[in-house]
């Protein structure tokens, strides 16, 4: 298994878990308009630094370790909101903060009917087509909210390869990354395959691997990327890895938001997610010793964060401002 590369300032950068491990981010250092380009709407602020700054806010995201009731998927902690008064389009006050769904309250049907659930693998030549519907029913979920927020949502491509692809954001052998350079989520065909430690052990394998790619896209869109980048200059490689753990536990944070949506639309149950925990449990940090998307409790534990709650928002995925503890 190969390393994960550590970002360097003022070079292309590579954020992501390797080969083996399910989900990756590709960013490079691109010169960025407005965030995760006609759809690009960052405003220019105050950059914070690594540390924090006069301009984040002092509230701290409760970040809760709270397990379902067996057989009560639908479960959300009644915990109140954080506040909904960002401003700013940076990684900690960012307006996407203040978008969000009440459980179980979201469908992306078309007159074809509800999105599919299919279990891996399915056929290569089937694979992109399916992605992408996934992708569409998280744009329809998100558009409308975002908008209300000034964020104008495009709708990254799904692009399927077989082992290498090069890309907008370079030759990349991962199962899977976004690329914000192109806006694509990239997805190697083999990575489903029987035997593989990728999505392909969860029945729900699919949304749940494209629903944490496309929280990269949100974070591009609503300027946490490109605060993410400018953060990244100076620091050493302990600095680089907790930044990346950072950004990789917010999109888990944020696939945790849209299931919380749709939990009930997409007919998934409370074994999908223990399968889900599981995996969490298996692809971690303390498993491939990389540093860069944390261990199994933290992903656990943000995930329940954006999920477990009756208002599920893109506020409680703040991993910007809690102490290092928090994305370890």
Do not use: K
């Given at each position: 298994m190969s390393t994960a590369p550590v970002p360097r300032p003022g070079r292309g950068l590579a954020?992501?878990?390797?080969?083996?491990?399910?989900?990756?981010?590709?960013?490079?250092?691109?010169?960025?308009?407005?965030?995760?380009?006609?759809?690009?709407?960052?405003?220019?602020?105050?950059?914070?630094?690594?540390?924090?700054?006069?301009?984040?806010?002092?509230?701290?995201?409760?970040?809760?370790?709270?397990?379902?009731?067996?057989?009560?998927?639908?479960?959300?902690?009644?915990?109140?909101?954080?506040?909904?008064?960002?401003?700013q389009m940076t990684a900690a006050s960012s307006r996407l903060y203040n978008a969000g769904f009440p459980a179980n309250s979201q469908s992306c049907r078309t007159a074809a009917g509800k999105l599919p659930i299919r279990t891996p693998p399915i056929p290569d030549d089937e694979l992109a087509d399916h992605l992408q519907q996934i992708v569409n029913c998280l744009v329809t979920v998100n558009r409308p909210a975002l908008a209300a927020q000034g964020i104008t949502l495009s709708t990254p491509t799904v692009v399927t390869f077989r082992a290498t692809v090069t890309s907008a954001c370079g030759t990349q052998s991962r199962n899977a990354f976004y690329c914000p350079d192109d806006q694509s989520i990239y997805v190697d065909t083999l990575a489903d395959d029987p035997g593989k430690k990728f999505y392909a052990t969860v029945r729900n394998g699919y949304v749940n691997l494209i629903s944490h790619e496309f929280?990269?896209?949100?974070?591009?869109?609503?300027?946490?990327?490109?605060?993410?980048?400018?953060?990244?200059?100076?620091?050493?490689?302990?600095?680089?890895?907790?930044?990346?753990?950072?950004?990789?536990?917010?999109?888990?944070?944020?696939?945790?938001?849209f299931l919380g949506a749709t939990w009930r639309e997409l007919g998934v149950t409370d074994a999908d997610y223990t399968d889900l925990?599981?995996?969490?449990?298996?692809?971690?940090?303390?498993?491939?010793?990389?540093?860069?998307?944390?261990?199994?409790?933290?992903?656990?534990?943000?995930?329940?964060?954006?999920f477990n709650h009756r208002l599920n928002t893109y506020g409680r995925c703040n991993t910007w401002v809690v102490a290092p503890a928090e994305v370890a």
């Open positions: 954020v992501g878990l390797s080969l083996v491990v399910a989900v990756a981010i590709v960013i490079l250092l691109v010169t960025v308009a407005t965030p995760h380009s006609a759809a690009r709407t960052e405003e220019t602020t105050p950059t914070p630094s690594a540390s924090g700054s006069a301009s984040e806010p002092s509230w701290q995201p409760m970040v809760p370790d709270v397990q379902l009731p067996p057989g009560d998927p639908t479960y959300r902690a009644d915990d109140a909101p954080p506040p909904a008064d960002h401003q929280g990269h896209h949100l974070q591009l869109l609503a300027g946490i990327t490109a605060d993410y980048a400018q953060r990244q200059a100076g620091l050493d490689r302990a600095g680089q890895l907790e930044l990346s753990r950072r950004l990789e536990l917010q999109a888990t944070c944020f696939q945790g938001v925990m599981g995996w969490f449990a298996d692809n971690n940090d303390v498993e491939y010793g990389e540093g860069t998307h944390g261990s199994a409790a933290a992903m656990q534990r943000w995930f329940r964060a954006g």
